[in-house]
């Protein structure tokens, strides 16, 4: 079984950037699909960005494509997600995330198999 500890989240102004990293333990992830959620109070879980295995692919929800960034390095064991140009609707938990890879990406949090414990960002106006 894969642990992922995420870290990075914190207060930061409209416009600011944030770097949120998800440390794996346990086994290698590096066969596996990663993925970021986010959640408010009263939503569900929702899909952010993910990657592939070998980091060739990414997928990105409208509301952040052009302002996040997923990647990964398997030799670390670690996903990472860039954000900038933070906006006070990006404040949420975030959540890493992850599965077997299976050839195609998963966009519900029912689909993925091992969670963090979420870090909190907090965007001010």
């Known amino acids: 079984q894969v642990q992922l500890v995420e870290s990075g989240g914190g207060l930061v102004q409209s416009g600011g950037s944030l770097r949120l990293s998800c440390a794996a333990s346990?086994?290698?992830?590096?066969?596996?699909?990663m993925a970021w959620f986010r959640q408010t109070p009263g939503k569900e879980r929702e899909f952010v960005a993910a990657?592939?295995?070998?980091?060739?692919?990414?997928y990105y929800a409208d509301s952040v494509k052009g302002r996040f960034t997923i990647s990964r390095d398997n030799a670390k064991n670690t996903v990472y997600l860039q954000m900038n140009s933070l906006a006070p609707r990006d404040t949420a938990v975030y959540y890493c995330?992850?599965?077997?890879?299976?050839?195609?990406?998963?966009?519900?949090?029912?689909?993925?198999?091992?969670w963090g414990q979420g870090t909190q960002v907090t965007v001010s106006s």
């Open positions: 995330t992850g599965r077997s890879w299976t050839g195609r990406i998963s966009y519900t949090a029912r689909e993925y198999g091992y």
């Open positions: 346990g086994r290698t992830f590096s066969s596996d699909l």
């Open positions: 990657i592939s295995w070998s980091g060739d692919r990414t």
